[in-house]
């Protein structure tokens, strides 16, 4: 059996609204099924089958038996390359140029729009099913009232089980679904292990799905997308597998970076006389060498269960006598990560944390934050990497070895902010003596749509539901399988937060926000060191022309777009005036109170028993705007966030509360003023503003279920008897 190969890579697609799949006697024969696999925030040359001591053995086997491309590149950005994946069009033209926030242009829309059709939707109609697990991150409408028709199912995948949001806990997801519910590792029906790690979650359950297909359309080819998070930051991983790298990485950053670059020489990935962009950080200034050793055992870890899982899925193919017939992609989303997550501020001390229940959702994909058994996750200078209750990156020097011997990281649209890996398995697809070669053709996300149309002999659309749609940009990679040249019309381009890029044959033009064009040859300067702007300013003048043009025609334009101030979005809500609530009332959407703009009157009776009945009587809204109602330290506290940040902030506090019952009045008035009154006596004003836009998260008694509004971890239930809550606006 020849070895297999995989390659973790994208979709792109055209957007059907409604579409029917086909029938199974129009699905044809030996179209080959379709797995798509992305891990996150990994650099080029981390995978051992690309240099790095990793142990990685299952894609290492794919690659041995498969494609290695050596210039493969994404967008530099998780949500931008999600997006081109998917679509198969720069990030832009799909509506997610930046992350996930309505900056008011088409190009930075936060959201997948419906301009472009994702690879589910159009592999379907010709026959395809169409799976999904892991991380979408392409939707800015997530929890409990997050719009569906722009989750997974709602954009053509069938079954799906991930998470919605871009990062959280490996052993307790933030927004974890499976279909369009959300759910907890606690109360998930169809999967519960004795021990949960995320990884392992989402290779289970692409194995499943494959298992499930095997039974259900046995005769049909099918898609499957496998996002992993791994090894985006938090560093998190069970510790049996961190103690097979301890003490590996105790020497620092060179001896690995050094060793990384004689072994990529080794296998012809750089060429011999290749340089290396010089180091970011120097092992002797490490204060806390222990901690950041940890770091890196703890993502060496990481990416080894995420191989692992690979292994499953392969495994899963072969038992289903499906591998030969599978082209399996692997590839990452951007390179190595050097954002300073957890590594700087501790969190502010929390107190009155309980275990969450079964049905508790976790919202929160970062601090505060608490976990499942009640515990506070920690960050700042002295918390170790990798158990459950802290929230920590591995920081810009790991990150400089792991995109080894490139410059820069995720963000930057320098070589080692978009190269990626990209191994391509395919036993019946792939002629014998290509086994194991290297394949140094420039590629990018784009196209990956193009080989998904032509490998499933689908018809990309030029129009969903009488809507046209934009034309898919790039080529099919199917030539290149063979050692055959591509056929690309057009030079590749990028923009990312102002940095930008174009890529033409061996040329490279590339420049930061606000910077200059800097020209490389790569093909001789892979490590952008020897900038040739000035010795060809004929050629660089030629292909920043090339770029101008892209980006008026990609939506790239306003080129600072991504920093626009958040376009206002209209939230429904109730129109009633007064609202009388019991126990355990839960009001999203229309049925939540509207309380922009206008005064608020909540009045509260409840029953205390115990010495410290803290927690939550009512709270709407979150972290970017609402109310709570709470108890901190048996003290009642009314806080309104007018916007987001703490500058936004007011509260006023009230005194100690005795067991017994009481009744608690929090106003604020016209001119935004907090009052609070306790048992018939009243503070003095304090300051604040008014709540200036309709919260998306709703309203709920007895706990803050949604995105927290107060500094307290969800679901801050109250320990105490609410009899009562009535709420008034106006």
């Known amino acids: 059996m020849r070895a297999w190969v995989w390659a973790a890579a994208l979709l792109a697609t055209a957007g059907w609204t409604a579409f029917a799949d086909a029938g199974e006697g129009e699905a044809k024969a030996k179209r080959p099924n379709i797995v798509i696999v992305l891990s996150d925030d990994m650099g080029f040359s981390d995978l051992g089958c690309y240099g790095g001591e990793l142990t990685t053995p299952n894609l290492d086997g794919l690659a041995s038996g498969g494609v290695r491309f050596t210039q493969f590149y994404n967008t530099a950005r998780c949500c931008p390359t999600r997006a081109s994946l998917l679509t198969g069009l720069y990030p832009h033209q799909a509506g997610v140029g930046h992350m996930m926030a309505d900056r008011g242009h088409d190009g930075y829309r936060g959201v997948l729009n419906r301009d472009s059709a994702t690879i589910a ?28 028709a722009t989750w997974p199912l709602g954009r053509g995948f069938e079954k799906f089980y991930g998470t919605i949001t871009g990062a959280g806990s490996y052993f307790d997801p933030s927004n974890l679904c499976r279909q369009e519910t959300l759910i907890t590792p606690e109360n998930d029906p169809e999967y519960r292990p004795e021990s949960y790690y995320y990884t392992d979650a989402l290779a289970d359950n692409a194995a499943k ?28 991983a069970p510790d049996a597998d961190v103690a097979r790298y301890e003490g590996k990485y105790d020497s620092g950053y060179a001896p690995v970076r050094e060793a990384r670059v004689a072994r990529m020489k080794e296998l012809g990935l750089i060429p011999p006389d290749a340089e290396a962009a010089p180091p970011s950080d120097d092992w002797d200034d490490v204060e806390d060498k222990a901690r950041e050793a940890r770091g890196k055992e703890v993502y060496a870890a990481m990416v080894e269960k995420m191989d692992a899982g690979v292994g499953r899925i392969v495994a899963q193919l072969k038992d289903s006598g499906a591998l030969d017939d599978t082209l399996i992609l692997y590839l990452q989303d951007n390179g190595a990560c050097a954002e300073e997550t957890g590594r700087q ?9 309980e275990p969450m229940g079964p049905d508790d959702l976790q919202l929160r994909g970062s601090p505060p934050m608490q976990t499942r058994d009640g515990r506070q996750v920690r960050t700042g200078p002295g918390v170790m990497p990798g158990p459950a209750d802290t929230f920590v990156a591995y920081g810009r020097g790991w990150a400089n070895v792991s995109n080894t011997p490139f410059r820069e990281y995720k963000h930057w649209t320098h070589e080692g902010g978009i190269s990626t890996p990209l191994i391509a398995h395919w036993p019946a697809g792939i002629k014998a003596e290509r086994e194991g070669k290297l394949e140094p053709q420039p590629g990018h996300l784009i196209d990956l749509m193009a080989t998904c149309v032509d490998l499933a002999g689908a018809e990309y659309p030029a129009e969903v539901d009488g809507r046209p749609i934009k034309p898919r940009e790039g080529v099919s990679l199917r030539p290149a399988f063979d050692g055959l040249p591509l056929d690309r019309p057009s030079p590749i381009f990028w923009e990312h937060e102002g940095n930008r890029a174009v890529r033409e044959g061996d040329w490279k033009l590339v420049a930061k926000e606000g910077g200059p064009w800097e020209l490389y040859n790569i093909a001789a300067d892979r490590a ?25 025609r990609a939506d790239v334009l306003p080129l600072g777009g991504w920093r626009a101030r958040p376009a206002a979005t209209a939230v429904a809500a109730s129109d009633g005036r007064r609202f009388e609530l019991n126990a355990d009332a839960d009001l999203r959407g229309a049925d939540a109170p509207a309380i922009a703009g206008r005064p608020i009157a909540i009045t509260a009776k ?18 970017a705007a609402g109310f709570t109602l709470f108890i901190d330290d048996s003290r009642p506290t009314f806080l309104v966030r007018s916007g987001a940040g703490q500058a936004n902030a007011a509260r006023v506090v009230g005194p100690v509360l005795e067991p017994g019952e009481h009744v608690i009045v929090a106003r604020i008035d016209a001119a935004g003023a907090l009052t609070l009154e306790v048992d018939g006596v009243a503070s003095e004003p304090t300051p604040g503003k008014l709540i200036q836009r309709q919260p998306l998260d709703g309203l709920q008694v007895g706990r803050d ?16 008897t609410v009899d009562s809550v009535v709420v008034e606006v106006d």
Not at 606 to 623: E, S
């Open 121 to 148: 939707e159009v592999l379907r109609p010709a026959g395809y099913r169409a799976y999904m697990v892991g991380k979408w991150h392409v939707s800015r409408f997530v929890g409990p009232n997050g719009d569906r």
């Open 528 to 552: 952008e060191l020897h900038d040739l702007a000035a010795e060809h300013p004929d050629r660089a003048k030629t292909m920043a022309a090339a770029w101008d043009a892209y980006a008026a």
């Open 209 to 236: 799905y494959i298992r499930e297909h095997q039974a259900e359309s046995p005769d049909r080819p099918f898609f499957l997308y496998v996002a992993f998070t791994a090894a985006h930051w938090p560093m998190h």
């Open 606 to 623: 409840i029953t205390t028993r115990a010495r410290k009945p803290d927690g939550v009587i009512v709270a709407q809204g979150g972290t």
């Open 345 to 353: 501020a501790p969190q502010d001390p929390a107190e009155g944390l």
């Open 705 to 720: 279920a949604a995105g927290t509004v107060g500094p307290y971890a969800s679901p801050n239930r109250l320990k105490a």
